[in-house]
């Protein structure tokens, strides 16, 4: 990883396919904020984060190089060639070239997995701000604060809530489904880091042992949270833009980066939603 040690942080150059905007604001996590100036500000793994572009670079503020190495070129899964998988996919057809080259500054976030899994049980029937939201209420209720933010509760502290006691996150029916993960995560029928070793199948099947996780949060859970990259969240949204842009495929046949492929088609149809005006 090619990075600079400067007084202000970490640098990197923006060629390496990181850009914030599409990264950080494309659906996959809700713990980000834009800053008036344009900055990024967050927290995850446990510490937060100001991110910025400017001048060509990519500046990971008051960060260490060691830090910088041991969690943030993680979690920016930095050490990962984007472009080689990119290439890849735009052999398989020109909708997914075309796709690639509009956003190649998209990265799949190696979260947290049980944060991922609740997070995106919280996103059904929702949009990004009110997901936000959702989220952050219910890190200021049960979560630990760091400096203006807070982490997310684990298993076993959301286990003993009630619905009641979840109230004052506003999350309506999604309140048992938030507690019904806790339960099974914290008495270990559903073991979130054995997921990444199974066949993805099996996997899928796990999850869905959660009460109100479907095919679609199991499948955002292991691509975002398990970096499962094989995964492919389908909604009425990537249905249409599947039809449209690759009419006649199937995810399957995306290959073991459909996850990556996933993510440039659901940004390049956000960005054209005149393709499916008719």
């Known amino acids: 990883m090619v990075y600079r040690k400067t007084s202000q942080g970490v640098e990197i150059p923006s060629s390496l396919d990181l850009d914030l905007l599409q990264t950080l604001d494309c659906g996959q996590c809700f713990r980000w904020q834009v800053l008036p100036g344009g900055e990024y500000r967050g927290i995850a793994c446990g ?15 008051g960060v260490t190089a060691a830090e910088f190495e041991t969690i943030w070129v993680p979690y920016f899964d930095l050490d990962f060639d984007y472009a080689a998988v990119r290439e890849s996919l735009a052999q398989m057809h020109p909708a997914l070239r075309q796709a690639a080259e509009f956003a190649p500054g998209i990265r799949l976030l190696r979260q947290d997995p049980w944060e991922a899994l609740c997070s995106f049980i919280l996103s059904q029937n929702n949009n990004i701000p009110r997901i936000k939201g959702l989220v952050d209420r219910l890190c200021r209720l049960l979560g630990e604060e760091r400096g203006g933010f807070y982490d997310f509760p684990p298993p076993e502290r959301l286990a003993v809530q ?24 914290a008495g270990g029928e559903v073991d979130l880091d054995a997921l990444s070793r199974l066949p993805i199948d099996e996997a899928r099947q796990s999850l869905m042992k959660i009460y109100g996780v479907g095919e679609k949060v199991s499948e955002c859970a292991l691509l975002y949270g398990l970096h499962r990259l094989e995964a492919f969240p389908m909604d009425v949204w990537m249905k249409r833009a599947m039809a449209v842009l690759l009419p006649g495929y199937t995810p399957r046949q995306l290959g073991p980066y459909a996850g990556v492929a996933q993510q440039y088609l659901f940004h390049y149809s956000r960005c054209h939603a005149q393709l499916f005006s008719a």
């Open 47 to 61: 510490r937060t984060l100001t991110i910025t572009e400017k001048n060509g670079t990519v500046l990971f503020c």
């Open 162 to 185: 009630t619905v009641d006691s979840l109230a004052p996150v506003r999350s309506g029916f999604r309140a048992k489904y938030l507690i019904d993960a806790a339960r099974k995560v």
